[in-house]
T-cell receptor, first 111, second 111 residues
Framework: NAGVTQTPKFRILKIGQSMTLQCAQDMNHNYMYWYRQDPGMGLKLIYYSVGAGITDKGEVPNGYNVSRSTTEDFPLRLELAAPSQTSVYFC??????????FGQGTRLTVV | RKEVEQDPGPFNVPEGATVAFNCTYSNSASQSFFWYRQDCRKEPKLLMSVYSSGNEDGRFTAQLNRASQYISLLIRDSKLSDSATYLCVVNGANAGNMLTFGGGTRLMVKP
């Protein structure tokens, strides 16, 4: 059972570079989420999606973009990486009122 | 007022102690409730769901108080391995009917 799969696990970016964090789930969940977590802090919602073709901003969307062309995939795009985007990124999914399942996270450093 | 609020702690307790955390939520129409555990630099994992009648899983007991809009987690006979951050999660805390995470309560169990 794969659950929620995130790639890559680690990445170092230079300022101004771009990258896409991949997230895929195989549980046919409608809801998918992207969070970032800075050291010693709580989860902050970046973007979420309630189904294919539908996305919406969370608490901290600036500097990020998402798309949801299929139920399974919810990639997060950083266009111009900045040091403030150094963080751990978690993708999660759930269905209706059920528990959320998380990916193992992507540790991103921008230098 | 935040949609889901927790005391960040840390709660420092000796092994064998009983410790309790509360979490308040703002939307009385919230549908489902969960406690997650997060270890340092790892993804959050479901500890237990919280049912209206309350539920127990070994040393852990979760309660829901809809009238006062809070959920609680009680840990009996604390172990060193219980040291972690405990996240309160509410479904339907906001208009989007999606999961909302509290900021987490840090527990440190000392020998």
């Amino acid at each position: 059972n794969a659950g929620v799969t995130q790639t890559p696990k680690f990445r170092i970016l230079k300022i101004g570079q771009s990258m896409t964090l991949q997230c895929a789930q195989d549980m046919n969940h409608n809801y998918m989420y992207w969070y970032r977590q800075d050291p010693g802090m709580g989860l902050k919602l970046i973007y979420y999606s309630v189904g294919a073709g539908i996305t919406d901003k969370g608490e901290v969307p600036n500097g990020y973009n998402v798309s949801r062309s299929t139920t399974e995939d919810f990639p997060l795009r950083l266009e111009l990486a900045a040091p403030s985007q150094t963080s751990v990124y978690f993708c999660a999914s759930n269905q209706g009122n059920t528990e959320a399942f998380f990916g193992q996270g992507t540790r991103l450093t921008v230098v | 007022r935040k949609e889901v609020e927790q005391d960040p702690g840390p709660f420092n307790v000796p092994e064998g102690a009983t410790v309790a955390f509360n979490c308040t939520y703002s939307n009385s129409a919230s549908q489902s409730f969960f406690w997650y555990r997060q270890d340092c630099r790892k993804e959050p994992k479901l500890l237990m769901s919280v049912y209206s009648s309350g539920n127990e899983d070994g040393r852990f007991t979760a309660q829901l108080n809809r009238a006062s809009q809070y959920i609680s987690l009680l840990i009996r006979d604390s172990k060193l391995s219980d040291s972690a951050t405990y996240l309160c999660v509410v479904n339907g805390a906001n208009a989007g009917n999606m999961l909302t995470f509290g900021g987490g309560t840090r527990l440190m169990v000392k020998p």
